[in-house]
């Protein structure tokens, strides 16, 4: 058999005083009793909105974190053309500097062949 065993709990009388004197209060001071559950819910809205804040704070965050990212990512797909761009620009000087030779080259084969005409 089971033997059931009784708590029997003791209520000191400084908190049993504190019960009565806070329903002897709330009977006497309605007014402040209502200012003071005002400024608890006031109390508890500051808590929360502060919360919010943080949550939003760190929304915007990570918001930044990836704008961030996206601007390296922009800047380093710029590097790489700006540096494409830099080898086809020799590449095209180098084309630009033997047409320059071609011609010069060709320039003076006609003066060549005018000088021939002329004598003949």
């Known amino acids: 058999m089971a033997v059931k ?3 029997e709990i003791e209520i000191p009388e400084s908190l049993s005083s504190i ?10 001071a309605p007014e402040l ?3 003071l559950v ?9 808590h929360d909105l502060e919360n919010a804040n943080q949550r939003e704070d760190a929304r915007l965050d990570k918001l930044a974190d990836v704008r961030i990212e996206h601007c390296h990512d922009v800047q380093a797909a710029g590097i790489q053309a700006m540096a494409r761009l830099a080898d086809a620009l020799e590449s095209q ?13 060709l320039a003076g084969r006609i003066e060549d062949l005018e000088e021939q005409i002329k004598r003949n």
């Open 19 to 28: 019960g009565v004197a806070g329903g002897q209060f709330a009977r006497k």
């Open 5 to 7: 065993e009784s708590f």
């Open 33 to 35: 009793l209502t200012m």
């Open 38 to 46: 005002m400024l608890g819910g006031f109390l508890w809205y500051l």
């Open 93 to 105: 000087a180098r084309v630009f500097s033997e047409l320059e030779r071609s011609i010069e080259e």
